[in-house]
T-cell receptor, first 114, second 113 residues
Framework: AQSVTQLDSQVPVFEEAPVELRCNYS??????LFWYVQYPNQGLQLLLK??????LVKSINGFEAEFNKSQTSFHLRKPSVHISDTAEYFC????????????FGKGTSLLVTP | DTEVTQTPKHLVMGMTNKKSLKCEQH?????MYWYKQKAKKPPELMFV???????INESVPSRFSPECPNSSLLNLHLHALQPEDSALYLC????????????FGDGTRLSIL
C-alpha cells in the first residue's frame, strides 16, 4: 500500500522569502506524484506533476518540485513567495496498484504575511 | 475558470430529503471521480467511473448513489443523509483511469440539518 506524508501542517513565511513544503511517500511500485493547491472556498488546482522523465518539474507561477527516488520525496519549493500564495497545499501520489486513485497527504497550510 | 462544473455550489437539506449533485466536463475525459472533503482535511475518494462504468466504490454508504449518464456527466444522488455527511463534495475528471492528472471542480458545499 502507498502512503503520503506532509511533514508540516502549517508553514508561516514572510513575503518574498523562500519556502519549502515537504512531501515524502512510500510505495512498492512506480509512483506518479502531484502537488495541488486549494484556495479558500475553491476546489483543487493542479500545480505540478511528475510522471516520468526529468526529476525537476516547474510551474508557470514560480513553484518547482524535485522527485528524489532514493529519499522518496517530492518537496515543493518557491524562491520568493507572494501574499497570493497563501493557500492549502496537498501532495498526492497514485500508482497502478491503486487503480491510479489519488492518495493525498494531510495538507500544508502556507500563510504568507507582509 | 474551472473546466469541471459542479452544481449547486451550496446545498442545505434535511435528513429526509432527496437531492442530487451534478458534475459536468467537456474535456473528453473518460474517468470521473467523486471525493468528500471535510474541513481542514484532504479529499477522500468515494467513487471512480471509468468509461461510464463504476470501477471503484470506497465502501461508501448506500445513502450516496452515483450515476454516470454519459461521458460528460456525473451525478451523486443523496437520500437520508446524516449530519456527519456535511462536507465539500468534489468532482474530478481525467483523460482515463491512468496516471494523468485529475482536474477538479470547485465543489458543492453540503450542509445537513
Amino acid at each position: 500500500a502507498q502512503s503520503v506524508t506532509q511533514l508540516d501542517s502549517q508553514v508561516p513565511v514572510f513575503e518574498e522569502a523562500p519556502v519549502e513544503l515537504r512531501c515524502n511517500y512510500s510505495s512498492s511500485v512506480s509512483v506518479y506524484l502531484f502537488w495541488y493547491v486549494q484556495y479558500p472556498n475553491q476546489g483543487l488546482q493542479l500545480l505540478l506533476k511528475y510522471l516520468s522523465g526529468s526529476t525537476l518539474v516547474k510551474s508557470i507561477n514560480g513553484f518547482e518540485a524535485e522527485f528524489n527516488k532514493s529519499q522518496t520525496s517530492f518537496h515543493l519549493r518557491k524562491p520568493s513567495v507572494h501574499i497570493s500564495d497563501t493557500a492549502e497545499y496537498f501532495c498526492a501520489v497514485s500508482d497502478l496498484n491503486s487503480g491510479y486513485a489519488l492518495n493525498f497527504g494531510k495538507g500544508t497550510s502556507l500563510l504568507v504575511t507582509p | 475558470d474551472t473546466e469541471v462544473t459542479q452544481t449547486p455550489k451550496h446545498l442545505v437539506m434535511g435528513m429526509t430529503n432527496k437531492k442530487s449533485l451534478k458534475c459536468e466536463q467537456h474535456m473528453g475525459h473518460r474517468a470521473m471521480y467523486w471525493y468528500k472533503q471535510k474541513a481542514k482535511k484532504p479529499p477522500e475518494l468515494m467513487f471512480v467511473y471509468s468509461y461510464e462504468k463504476l470501477s471503484i466504490n470506497e465502501s461508501v454508504p448506500s445513502r450516496f448513489s452515483p450515476e454516470c449518464p454519459n461521458s460528460s456527466l456525473l451525478n451523486l444522488h443523496l437520500h437520508a443523509l446524516q449530519p456527519e455527511d456535511s462536507a465539500l463534495y468534489l468532482c474530478a475528471s481525467s483523460q482515463q483511469n491512468s496516471n494523468q492528472p485529475q482536474h477538479f471542480g470547485d465543489g458543492t458545499r453540503l450542509s445537513i440539518l
